[in-house]
């Protein structure tokens, strides 16, 4: 049985705001149950009371002191956006359709 | 000057002589740079007037004596994922068109401080992603020793710029491999330095817990002298090492004398690996040992899972780092979307290619609810396996030596349809990322007139001893001096 | 309106509270922090999310979040972890929002909230889940005149302000109840100078969540969650509103889905933001690009030092320390500024009781008409001890002294001067004083001989006859020395 069909990855694709073509969802959905079919080697090993390691050198985490710095120059800003007008970016609107978060 | 293409060593003995000036230099760099372009493709940008005036600046200083560093007046090339104020930084991206950095890496800011001149950005795979150059939105990248085929990826652009004798020296980045293979498939010297060695600001992420900025050289002694310069601690990263940088070049004697070197039995017993690979990198191991070097075998036991454990971290990172890219503050959107999700989503899937498609739905269903267990938590579990394996091996020896690609520089298109044999191609590299050391590759020999690359690893914050080995190794062996037929 | 759920149910209410911290830069950047700034005039790279940034943890941010914690009786972790929190929208530029997710700064906690019941007031006890730290997102506006029509204006200021979210298990039964911990909440964050907690100026948000169960049921009922309520009196409208809703819905036998609402002050009623059901993925992981947060205990215990007296403490210690009811110990010591104005005063003048009388009387009201805190008022503490010292003394009369608490209050000033100036100063004269006693005691024959036979009460009435002469001016105790000692003649 697939790891994961076209559905799936049509369900993952809306989260990270990607479309696919039937075409690519298609294709994606092979591709990936190969990759994930590859990944399920991982499972042979026992890793119970292993730590998952999250960076491989052991540090704490620092801190900056509470100094405020120089902001960025709005004109860099708005040299960069897609669309800015009175210093603030502009996007379209939320339609009601639409499924946000 | 030594024969064949000039060294960095090379250039700065030059200038120091005054035999040529920085802005000699630069603008035969950029003319050869430009010749390349048609057959090679290793650049996505040059920037002649602001390099050419740095030169300017650089020549003025050495006539008052007042040189920053040996590295003062030297062309680099830096890699299109690594920010610079005032330039773009695609990273071989549509969906960073138009983007021009308002700051600098600190890298770069490493290298302005030093005197060296940025000279150009070098092609890649899109993000980092890929193993062959080949996924990049301005087209592929070509293997100087062989035009038909791939310089490796996916610092493939500052690999061939430094084969092909454009540049002495390039910075890239390395997630997987994306340094020390295309080192191996172009025939130079490329260092991955340990995670936290140099600063990951300014560089953008891939995976951010495996990115690693490091240096493409012709020689070893090139390479200490440019690590040197990038390497440090700094504030601006939270996973920045406090630890201050020795002075790697001033170390290197050639002495490999009871130097002991692990072979990982695993790495040899490869199946997909190319004999002849395996056969050329046994030579070079026998040449160390010669040398004086001790050498021992040694058991990774957990490497068959480490390019699985590799894709499900560095993609699932990945997926996240890629969330930034929405059209809203900079680069691409897409024309005529009906609201706000359509926005993202026309100008996500219009500003990114397959592969990175690809990579962000892989990431983003392991992070997804009811499977972050399974799939990312289970990588990270084995990834503290897979650093367990390299601490027990660094008790026995002081490096391990390994090929670096299990084959020479493959045909261009061959994998691009296969996304799991591109993946495949990095099996030799990706667990010194997911364990964070250090790793280097030099070339060691040639099958079908094609480089072979020699892998050092080393222990955490050991680049001295990879250095001091690859020194070692290049002072009794030609290697690093063949130059391909299509050099510019 | 206090009958919430009828009989037959019980409601249950749980807070989220989001408290910015008082620092100058943003937590994971230096950019400053503003407030009242031009859109996108407080931003650096890191807060637009530009490709390339790192996040470096803001060493005031944290020092703030533990004082908060452990203010609040959690217990402080010695490591915790920074996850990422994902999903699109246009003001949280990187794509996801760095929180706290498994390993959160603290847990456990609780705090004492007032509650009135039988007329009395008492204390609950409120648990706290958790306190973690998280970074603000900037603003959306979706104002047809600000963007222009089907446009959306995003101002990223706020990107990266630093918060703690403090997240109560779900302990409150009331609306008055889930205020009542709002605003314990706030005195906590001010007194500890963590947060400004001004709710008008988003420093303090709550969500609030909200289900109800049958009476007497031990199992929690589907709740729901009310967004974005930025003042007491909405919080307890919503929460009015939505009980209301819940109970309607559960009598006509159906079930409560789970939901995110907004709250309407116009119509009073709630309405649903969105639903639930398509499951909020937010695909938390650590933030590979922050290691762990260690702490020492050492640490801890250096920012638990710095925890001034609390409010609970404070009340405490004016009772014992003063002899003040229980009723004046807690309105004193409502805000720090207000307890430590009290106890200067107490310093200056002497005798803390009729210090305390006056400001609960007379300041707080003159305050409360002016709508304003005792900070915001230049009234000095040693000038209203000074004020009540020239009464003691007879130098004014307190219907004067209280008639100058107004303008002492809005615009300070010497009470000494002002009494002299507005010719305020008690009639001391012994003469004139003398003439007017002289005066009532021929007036009234009929209370001299009651006093003579006796009845010493009667001085009262005469003193007041004298008060009445002098326009109120004699000072009383002058009048009662020379009254007494006529009658003894």
Known sequence: MARINREEVERVAAL???????????????????????????????????????????????????????????????ANAPQFSDSAFLVPKVIDSETEG | MSEGVPTLRDLRAALAASEVTSVELV???????????????AFVGLRPEAALASARE??????????RSGIDGIPIAIKDNIV?????????????????????????????????????????????????????VAGPTRNPWNLERTPGGSSGGSAVAVAAGIVP????????????????????????????????????AFASSLDQIGVFTRTAADCASLLEVVAGHDPRDSTSIPESVPSYADALNGDLEGLRLGLPREYFAEEGADPRVLEVVGAAVAELERAGAKIVEVDLPHTRYATATYYLIANAEASSNLARFDGVRYGHRARGAEGLTDMYCLSRSEGFGAEVKRRIILGTYVLSAGYYDAYYRKAQQVRTLLRRDFERAFEVCDALVTPTSPEVAFPLGQKIGDPLAMYLSDVYTVSANLAGIPGMSIPCGQVDELPVGLQLLGPALGELTLLRIADGFQRLTQHHQQSPGASA | MNDRGGAEFEVVIGLEVHAHLQTRSKLFGPAPVSYGERPNHSVDPICLALPGVLPVLNARALELAVRASLAMHCEVHHRSIFARKSYFYPDLPKGYQISQYEEPLATGGWVDIPVEGGGDTSTKRVRLTRIHMEEDAGKSIHDDAVAGAGATSVDLNRSGVPLIEIVSEPDLRSAEEATAYLRTIRALLRYTEVSNADMEKGHLRCDVNV??????????????????LN?????????????????????????????????????????????KEDADDYRYFPDPDLVPLVLSETEIERVRKQIPELAEQKCERFRTEYGLSEYDALQLTVTRSLADFFETAARAHGQPKPVANWILRDVLQAL?????????????????????????????????????VPELVERGGDPVALVDERGLGAVSDAGLIEKSVVEVLEENPDNVELYRSGEEKVVNFLIGQVMQKTQGKASPAIVREILERELRK
């Open chain 1, 16 to 78: 990270a705001r990607l479309r696919l073509s039937d075409r690519e969802a298609d294709q994606m959905a092979a591709e990936l149950d190969a990759v994930l079919g590859f990944a399920e080697s991982l499972q042979e090993l026992d890793t119970s009371g292993i730590e998952p390691t999250s960076h491989p050198i052991p540090l704490s985490t620092p801190r900056r002191d509470d100094t405020p710095a120089a902001v960025l120059d709005t004109e860099l800003i708005a």
């Open chain 2, 27 to 41: 603008d035969a760099c950029l003319a050869r740079a430009e010749a390349s372009q048609a057959t090679l493709h």
């Open chain 2, 58 to 67: 650089s020549d003025a200083r050495r006539e008052r004596g007042e040189l």
């Open chain 2, 84 to 136: 610079q104020a005032g330039e773009p930084a695609a990273c071989a991206s549509r969906i960073l068109e138009g983007f021009v950095s308002p700051y600098s890496a600190t890298a770069i800011e490493k290298l302005e401080r030093s005197g060296a001149i940025v000279v150009g950005r070098t092609n890649m795979d899109e993000f980092a992603m890929g193993s062959s150059t080949e996924h990049s």
């Open chain 2, 169 to 204: 020296a390039a910075l890239g980045s390395d997630t997987g491999g994306s340094i020390r293979q295309p080192a191996s498939l172009c025939g130079v010297v490329g260092l991955k330095p340990t995670y936290g060695r140099v600063s990951r600001w300014g560089l953008v």
């Open chain 3, 211 to 228: 289900s109800l169960r049958p009476r007497g049921s031990e199992e929690y009922g589907t709740r729901t969650e009310l967004k974005n």
């Open chain 3, 231 to 275: 003042s007491f009196r909405f919080i307890e409208e919503a929460v009015d509103a939505e009980v209301a809703r819940q109970t309607e819905i559960l009598e006509r036998g159906e079930c409560v889905r789970q939901c995110t609402l907004g709250y309407d002050p116009q119509t009073h009623l709630t309405h649903v933001l969105r639903l």
């Open chain 3, 368 to 404: 409360k008409e002016r709508d304003l805190e005792i900070d915001d008022s230049p009234l000095e503490a040693e000038s209203l001890a000074r004020l009540i010292r020239l009464v003691d003394e007879g130098k004014t009369t307190a219907k004067s002294a209280r008639g100058l």
